[in-house]
């Protein structure tokens, strides 16, 4: 169906209640999947992009279609049995559960495919390195297992938030506490200037804190980074689950905000 709707907000209103409730589950999870895609209306349906094409959906009449293009359907054709799919469209039926985490997974894969043609692109360009540090999850686990359980239940709920920001954020234990870094591709620079090193926690006395050692350089709208300090750190205190909970979304847009800065470098 032609469509000669401006935005998103307008194709989802011109559908009928039960299809618009589907249709915005596809849509949040498609945007949590990948907080940075560009949304737009392309070919009539809504469609996302970052560093090209991640994914359309569209309402039809008996199923929601989503067009992953042809690699978003032959990463996960196995677990796609289930529905009738092509070489670029999958149909999840009305009637159906709707496999929200599989939708989830195929656009993260997406957006990772979409960086590496990015990098690949910059390679031919100009000299790019990758970090030469592995991510280390078993680790970062370890470490956290070996913590008070309330201690370690808030450090593994604020570790979820970071690693769920973007698939380039890697992990492992560097100051003895769980850090995180970008493991993408940059130029080259001096390694004393710690350009990958995000975020470390510090756990000194039971206190937990999150210390951005360039977290001066984002613009923090939120209010969540706090300090004033001459080499350029700021930081995040927790106080308890119900303040890691209350500042989840602040933290996020933190987080992607220094990813786009890295990006840029």
């Keep these: 169906m032609k469509s000669e709707v401006k935005n998103v907000e307008?194709?989802?209103?011109?559908?009928?209640?039960?299809?618009?409730?589907?249709?915005?589950?596809?849509?949040?999870?498609?945007?949590?999947?990948?907080?940075?895609?560009?949304?737009?209306?392309?070919?009539?349906?809504?469609?996302?992009?970052?560093?090209?094409?991640?994914?359309?959906?569209?309402?039809?009449?008996?199923?929601?279609?989503l067009y992953p293009t042809a690699a978003g359907i032959k990463e996960f054709e196995s677990e796609l049995e289930p529905y009738k799919f092509s070489k670029g469209a999958?149909?999840?039926?009305?009637?159906?559960?709707?496999?929200?985490?599989?939708?989830?997974?195929?656009?993260?894969?997406?957006?990772?495919?979409?960086?590496?043609?990015l990098n690949l692109t910059k390679k031919k360009r100009g000299v790019l390195q990758k970090s030469d540090?592995?991510?280390?999850?078993?680790?970062v686990l370890a470490h956290i297992h070996a913590l008070d359980p309330a201690t370690g239940q808030m450090v593994n709920?604020?570790?979820?938030?970071?690693?769920?920001?973007?698939?380039t954020i890697?992990?492992?234990?560097?100051?003895?506490?769980?850090?995180?870094?970008?493991?993408?591709e940059m130029k080259p620079f001096n390694p004393k200037e710690y350009k990958r090193e995000m975020a470390v926690f510090?756990?000194?006395?039971?206190r937990i804190m999150l210390v951005f050692p360039s977290g001066a350089k984002v613009k923090d709208t939120s209010g969540i980074l706090e300090g004033a300090y001459k080499d350029g750190r700021r930081i995040v205190i927790f106080e308890d689950m119900a303040d890691v909970k209350a500042k989840a979304e602040s933290l996020k847009s933190v987080i992607i905000k220094w990813i786009k800065l890295v990006h840029t470098n």
């Design 90 to 117: 999958i149909q999840f039926p009305y009637n159906a559960h709707l496999p929200l985490k599989l939708i989830s997974r195929i656009v993260k894969f997406k957006l990772r495919e979409n960086v590496n043609k």
């Design 170 to 184: 890697g992990e492992r234990i560097k100051w003895n506490n769980p850090s995180f870094f970008y493991t993408g």
């Design 10 to 65: 307008a194709y989802l209103a011109a559908r009928e209640k039960d299809v618009r409730v589907i249709l915005e589950k596809v849509r949040k999870t498609i945007k949590a999947a990948a907080p940075n895609a560009e949304e737009v209306i392309s070919y009539g349906m809504p469609a996302y992009k970052e560093h090209g094409i991640l994914v359309y959906f569209a309402a039809n009449k008996n199923h929601t279609g």
């Design 157 to 167: 709920a604020i570790r979820k938030i970071i690693l769920g920001a973007d698939p």
């Design 202 to 206: 510090n756990l000194y006395k039971g």
């Design 133 to 139: 540090e592995q991510t280390d999850p078993k680790s």
